[in-house]
């Protein structure tokens, strides 16, 4: 598993020779390196939490999932795959991002998602709050030119109005997301939703653009294995937004806008492995609040749905 000099494997860093706990972090201790070498799936941070309404500290998410992943390791069990014989994964480092200015960071988003686009490479993206997704689907829109396929796993809708006057925030960026016509709302799902909700606006618009939303009640009224098998299959370019606040907060603490009564890590695992998508194109992990976190449970979470898209990235969709 060693680097040869001059010849990058794309492995993670051995554990014999450098144990976990040691090493420059990166995600999965792949190598850091330049987004225009040859690879195949690029894993970065969005380290913006400026569309927050409640807590903060996303911002520092990709930091700590880095530092976790120290612990990820590369042989699916479930899926018998060993991920880093499938993909040559790399982590190319943060986008740049404008800790004040919304705007300005929105614009680096999707410049930096464009160019790994124009490379042909899939990614996977840490957040970030999830206004940060908006960006990044409006490049993918530019890239595939027709509407994508959209998995959103949340406990918010994510539809609401703007908010004290501002339209681009992190409730609000699936709205603009299918207003936009970056997704398709007819082959969109919305995975962990459960209330109180903060008005109704959110539930209207998701009705009238007849958006499938699978609440907790509606995971729970059947065994976890049929509800798996009742989700639909995404052939076409598919994105996967997983906000980590769809769980309950006994098992992601580490969130900005915890609402009790979610999903348990091992629900999500096994939603995630039953997903049946054919393109992959890429994904994101958002909403993770280190100051918030205890004993890394969150970002811990966030490792794991990384490998579980790793996965879908290797291809290895059912
Ligand atoms: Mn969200
Ligand atoms: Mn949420």
């Given at each position: 598993m060693k680097n040869k000099p001059g010849v990058l494997e794309y492995k993670p860093l051995s554990g014999r020779e450098f144990p976990r706990f040691s090493g420059i972090k990166t995600f999965f201790r792949l190598p850091h390196v330049d987004l225009h070498e040859s690879f195949d799936l690029a894993l970065f941070g969005i380290p913006y939490d400026g569309g927050v309404s409640y807590r903060p500290g996303p911002r520092f998410a990709p930091s700590a999932v880095r530092e976790a992943s120290s612990l990820g390791r590369g042989f699916h069990f479930s899926r018998a795959l060993q991920i880093f014989d499938k993909i040559k994964a790399a982590d190319i480092g943060d986008c740049p991002t404008v800790p004040i200015d919304q705007e300005q960071t929105y614009e680096k988003i999707e410049t930096f998602v464009s160019r790994i686009l124009k490379t042909k490479k899939k990614f996977i993206a840490v957040g970030g709050d999830h206004s940060t997704t908006l960006p990044v689907l409006r490049a993918l829109k530019k890239h595939t030119k027709k509407p994508l396929n959209f998995i959103h796993f949340d406990a918010h809708l994510d539809t609401f109005p703007a908010a004290w006057g501002c339209e681009y925030h992190h409730g609000a960026f699936a709205r603009h997301a299918v207003e936009e016509g970056l997704v398709n709302p007819q082959k969109m799902i919305q995975i962990g939703i459960r209330g109180?909700?903060?008005?109704g606006d959110d539930l209207d618009f998701v009705r009238k653009n007849k958006i499938k939303v699978y609440t907790v009640d509606e995971v729970r009224a059947q065994s976890l294995e049929q509800f798996c098998q009742s989700l639909p299959k995404f052939e076409g370019p598919t994105y996967i937004s997983f906000d980590?606040?769809?769980?309950d907060p006994a098992y992601a603490p580490g969130t900005g806008t915890p609402v009790v009564g979610g999903l348990t890590s091992y629900e999500t695992q096994r939603i995630l492995r039953s997903l049946q998508v054919k393109d992959f194109v890429g994904g994101d992990i958002v909403e993770i609040s280190p100051p918030f976190d205890h004993a890394d449970i969150t970002a811990l979470i966030g490792v794991d749905v990384m490998f579980e898209m790793m996965a879908l990235a290797a291809g290895s969709s059912r």
């Open positions: 109180p909700l903060a008005g980590v606040d769809c769980l």
